[in-house]
């Protein structure tokens, strides 16, 4: 398979870096991951803003124009060949220096960009899945989709070996977002989860519902909500780029109406399978 770098397109096997790089070192740069419905990108657009949004919040300079990276991660595309469902993983990093802490004197920014293949989850978006709580002991810097991603592993690894799909995270009692997701309740026909502030990752999926709650008339309530909500939630879901929308039918012991997934979840998704195409 093809790679994108800041330099041209190389094979997997020929990428490597220094061990003195501030992505490896520091955690120092920025990430998307893009989804790939029938071998097509799927908002890129909105990934690719997100991404300078990111790198701009870090002080960090894209060493590509947005159309000219477009452009480029199409050509990806086409040279991989790629057909099927998959992602593309895109970073950015403040590049190889000897370390030390504070940014090097020099602008020079490592990228790449490697697709994989990736069905989707139709299981557990069909089925629904559980989900366990975790203090959110996260920065303030949510918002910034950074490498830095230590705490969200620990609280996915937890979910794992609960046998849970997801750990939300909730921060002064309110629920913030899942350690990979956003996170939804619905309650009385209306949709509530937190506001795109500093304390999460405001999702690209999570502004498409945003969208489809429009058009479908379902209010849409950005406002947080506490962790004893979830005990009178008539709906619960997820959604992340690799995940869709997935219906969340237990959180720790308590589960969501009766553990089935929920009428507004399935519009929501069948809004979602429509777009995805
Ligand atoms: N994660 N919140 C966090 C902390 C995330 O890591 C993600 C996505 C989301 C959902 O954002 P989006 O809808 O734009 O994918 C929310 C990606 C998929 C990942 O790290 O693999």
Not at 61 to 84: G, H, S, T
Not at 162 to 183: C, L, P, Q, V
Not at 248 to 276: D, F, M, N
Request: hydrophobic share 40%.
């Amino acid at each position: 398979p093809y790679v994108l770098t800041e330099k041209s397109f190389f094979l997997y096997q020929e990428v490597a870096y220094p061990l003195e790089e501030r992505g490896l070192q520091f955690g120092d740069g920025v990430y998307e991951v893009v989804r790939i419905y029938h071998g097509k990108y799927f908002l890129l657009q909105e990934h690719i803003d997100r991404l300078y949004r990111s790198a701009e919040a870090i002080r960090l300079a894209v060493p590509f124009e947005k159309e000219d990276l477009i452009e480029k991660l199409e050509q990806l595309r086409k040279m991989n060949d790629v057909k099927e469902d998959a992602i593309v993983y895109l970073q950015v990093t403040r590049g190889s220096f000897p370390r030390a802490h504070a940014f090097p004197a020099e602008n020079r920014p490592n990228l790449f960009a490697y697709i994989r293949e990736m069905p989707r989850k139709l299981q557990e978006a069909e089925n629904g899945v559980r989900a366990i709580l975790t203090r959110d002991v996260r920065w303030e810097y949510c918002y910034i989709k950074s490498l830095n991603l230590l705490a969200n592993v620990l609280a996915k690894q937890e979910a794992a070996e609960r046998g849970a799909f997801e750990a939300i995270f909730y921060r002064d009692g309110k629920i913030t977002e899942g350690s990979s997701s956003n996170i939804f309740l619905v309650q009385g026909g209306k949709v509530y989860t937190h506001p795109a502030t500093e304390r999460i990752l405001n999702g690209i999926t999570r502004m498409k519902v945003k969208q489809f709650c429009d058009l479908l008339h379902i209010p849409f309530i950005e406002e947080a909500f506490a962790t004893e909500d979830i005990a009178k939630a008539d709906e619960m879901f997820l959604t992340s780029t690799t995940a869709s929308i997935i219906p969340i039918i237990q959180v720790e012991e308590q589960l969501i109406a009766g553990g089935k997934p929920g009428e507004v979840t399935r519009k929501l998704q069948a809004a979602y399978e429509e777009a995805a195409g």
